[in-house]
């Protein structure tokens, strides 16, 4: 199972990766979009994941391949921290603000959603 979990983080990594420099070279604002993107979209998968497997079982162990592997690798809150550090350093600190808290709000109400729409219910 963790050869298979490592796999699916580096595939996550990869997929992050792309995703980050593709949306980075074709928008032109001045918070770091990517990452942003990335995480509030992994954040709504997870919630999608969680919410199936909660609903339907998980005997073949994907849970943890795809959460932990996967939406571990492609997900990228530590970049995210760094983002908002290198716009507080810049004398940005409301966009620093902004990108954080805003990163964090969307991205937890993503994977509420992503429950939601399983048919899970929000303690």
């Not at 509030?40 to 199936?52: A, H, P, R």
Request: charge should be positive; aromatic fraction near 8%; avoid cysteine.
């Amino acid at each position: 199972m963790m050869p298979a979990i490592a796999l699916a983080g580096g595939f996550g990594a990869g997929a992050r990766f792309a995703i980050d420099t593709w949306v980075s070279r074709r928008l032109g604002i001045s918070l770091p979009p990517g990452t942003f993107l990335i995480n509030v979209t992994g954040s709504l998968l997870l919630g999608l994941l969680v919410g199936w497997f909660t609903h339907h079982g998980d005997p073949a162990g994907l849970d943890g391949i795809l959460g932990t592997g996967f939406l571990g690798g492609y997900t990228t809150f530590s970049a995210a921290s760094v983002e908002t550090v290198r716009l507080a350093r810049a004398h940005r600190p409301l966009a620093a603000l902004v990108h954080a808290g805003g990163m964090l709000v969307v991205s937890v109400a993503a994977a509420a959603l992503g429950l939601l729409l399983t048919g899970s219910q929000i303690a």
